[in-house]
T-cell receptor, first 112, second 109 residues
Framework: IAGITQAPTSQILAAGRRMTLRCTQD?????MYWYRQDLGLGLRLIHY???????GKGEVPDGYSVSRANTDDFPLTLASAVPSQTSVYFC???????????FGDGTRLSIL | GQNIDQPTEMTATEGAIVQINCTYQ??????LFWYQQHAGEAPTFLSY????GLEEKGRFSSFLSRSTGYSYLLLKELQMKDSASYLC??????????FGAGTTVTVRA
């Protein structure tokens, strides 16, 4: 079934540890995005990529990095996790800027 | 920054109509999306408005007024499965969406 796959589904992590959230799509979409969703704040864009080889910063990029080596994969890395990064992380993709974004099922991350 | 406002919660009866308002003040405007998100699940696309007016799609309709920075999502013939959060999102630049905090709709029998 075509779509977006995120891994892991959930993770508990000690503060200070490095963590990479994986995101893979098989729809050959050009654009991909990472959001975090916190209660009362809605979805906030962390980083995005318009096409393979390019990335850009969103609204809340600090503490996160991304790479886009190919069309299908868009991993998000927390270099040194802090408790304020506890959140639900969603990866999304879209064919173009005026097309709907399709979301993965999310990764629930808890930093202790 | 971007400012997108929508009510936090709404409650309605099965079979009724509910209107979810969204007002926005953003640096540029290139379209407005509505998404549905059931608890613990991913958001799913409902509608997209880029021009003023009403877009109808089955039981769901979405309206946009660019001059007033206003949109609404209309849910008709409410069903229990419509209980969810509804997210208003404005495309304020290429490829970037800014989301409101979401409106939780509870449908009661």
């Amino acid at each position: 079934i075509a779509g977006i796959t995120q891994a892991p589904t959930s993770q508990i992590l000690a503060a200070g540890r490095r963590m990479t959230l994986r995101c893979t799509q098989d729809m050959r979409h050009n654009a991909m995005y990472w959001y975090r969703q916190d209660l009362g704040l809605g979805l906030r864009l962390i980083h995005y990529s318009n096409t393979a080889g390019t990335t850009g910063k969103g609204e809340v990029p600090d503490g996160y990095s991304v790479s886009r080596a190919n069309t299908d994969d868009f991993p998000l890395t927390l270099a040194s996790a802090v408790p304020s990064q506890t959140s639900v992380y969603f990866c999304a993709s879209s064919e173009g800027s005026n097309q709907p974004q399709h979301f993965g099922d999310g990764t629930r991350l808890s930093i202790l | 920054g971007q400012n997108i406002d929508q009510p936090t919660e709404m409650t309605a009866t099965e079979g009724a109509i509910v209107q979810i308002n969204c007002t926005y003040q953003t640096s540029g405007f290139n379209g407005l999306f509505w998404y549905q998100q059931h608890a613990g699940e991913a958001p799913t696309f409902l509608s997209y408005n880029v021009l003023d007016g009403l877009e109808e799609k089955g039981r769901f309709s979405s309206f946009l007024s660019r001059s007033t920075g206003y949109s609404y999502l209309l849910l008709k013939e409410l069903q229990m499965k419509d209980s969810a959060s509804y997210l208003c999102a404005v495309r304020d630049g290429d490829y970037k969406l800014s989301f409101g905090a979401g409106t939780t709709v509870t449908v009661r029998a």
